[in-house]
């Protein structure tokens, strides 16, 4: 499967974001979908993730509250939507489709697929 990770730019402190990951190539409902973000000079840390249903979803304790993610199977489409923005969540985000797992899980090791990423800035 490839993914199209996009809506990433600058917003200030504060604010809202939505950001879409897109997929093809194969049947999106197979995969748990995962959203993981790098900041500068750190490693690539979960932020939460969903079920092939959407039914179930989960959370770094980060982005709880403040984050939601969803999912459109019919447009093969996973939607990470970020409120209360602060500099903190400045980073690269990515996509990613775990193809095994029964649940979401937060491990990047269980993400076979990755989409290139797409850049947050908060300003403050």
């Known amino acids: 499967v490839q993914l199209q990770a996009s809506g990433g730019g600058l917003v200030q402190a504060g604010g809202s974001l939505i950001l879409s990951c897109v997929a093809s190539?194969?049947?999106?409902?197979?995969?748990?979908m995962g959203w993981f973000r790098q900041a500068p000079g750190t490693e690539r840390v979960f932020v939460g993730a969903?079920?092939?249903?959407?039914?179930?979803?989960s959370y770094a304790v980060s982005m709880k509250g403040r984050s939601t993610i969803s999912r459109d199977n019919a447009k093969n489409t996973v939607y990470l939507q970020m409120n209360s923005l602060n500099a903190e969540d400045t980073a690269v985000y990515y996509c990613?489709?775990?193809?095994?797992?029964?649940?979401?899980?937060?491990?990047?090791?269980?993400?076979?697929?990755w989409g290139q990423g797409t850049l947050v800035t908060v300003s403050s």
């Open positions: 990613a489709a775990d193809p095994r797992s029964i649940e979401p899980r937060p491990y990047l090791s269980d993400y076979r697929y």
């Open positions: 190539g194969s049947t999106f409902s197979n995969y748990n």
């Open positions: 969903i079920s092939r249903s959407g039914t179930s979803t």
